[in-house]
Structures are given as C-alpha cells and as structure tokens.
Nanobody, 119 residues
Framework: QVQLVESGGDLVQSGGSLSLSCAASGRIVGLRDMAWYRQAPGKQRELVASIAPGGSANYADSVKDRFTISRDNAKNTVYLEMNSLKPDDAGVYYC?????????????WGQGTQVTVSS
C-alpha cells in the first residue's frame, strides 16, 4: 500500500499564498502521477493539478495562472504552491497518487488538509 500525508493547510487572507506538501510512503516503487484535488462544502471533489514523474503538469483552468504543482521524486513528495488565493479556493485539499502494479494502476488518497481563505 501507499500512504499519503498532506500538510500545510491553513487560514489565509484573500490574495495570500500557501504551500501544501504531500509525502508518500510505503510501497512507492512504481509511483506514477500524483495530483491535488479539492472539495468545497456542497461541491464535488475536483482535480486541481496533476503531475507526472517527469514533471509534466496539468491544471484546472481556475488555478492555471496562480498555482504551481511540483514533485521531488527522491523524497516521494508532491507540492502545491498556491498564490493569489480567492475565497473560491477554500476547501479540503486531497493528495492523490497512482502506482503501477503489473498492468494495473492503483489509486491512493490522503486524508486531506483544510484550506480556508478569508475575504
């Protein structure tokens, strides 16, 4: 199994910045894409950003010019730098990782970290 632990969630004012981290442990051989999702109250969980082992990244349109996802493969850690935060960015941010196992890809989730953005 792969365990994911997020950290860095906090209360921040609108326009501020915050950095999240997610460390993977366990059976990390074969770890592939990692991603950040978020879920606001009353809304569906949505993909914020994803990143491949080689560094290729994808972003949701709503965060594309403000957030940066990165990863350190040696540390098995994925990061999310969030800038110019808006109240709409608030929610629980979840780390996700996929691991190849034979011809299959397994998906793992962290417990989430709360991001609150005040006006």
């Amino acid at each position: 199994q792969v365990q994911l632990v997020e950290s860095g969630g906090d209360l921040v004012q609108s326009g501020g910045s915050l950095s999240l981290s997610c460390a993977a442990s366990g059976r990390i051989v074969g770890l592939r894409d990692m991603a950040w999702y978020r879920q606001a109250p009353g809304k569906q969980r949505e993909l914020v950003a994803s990143i491949a082992p080689g560094g290729s990244a994808n972003y949701a349109d709503s965060v594309k010019d403000r957030f940066t996802i990165s990863r350190d493969n040696a540390k098995n850690t994925v990061y999310l730098e969030m800038n110019s935060l808006k109240p709409d960015d608030a929610g629980v941010y979840y780390c996700n990782a996929k691991r190849v196992r034979g011809i299959l890809f397994d998906s793992y989730w962290g417990q989430g970290t709360q991001v609150t953005v005040s006006s």
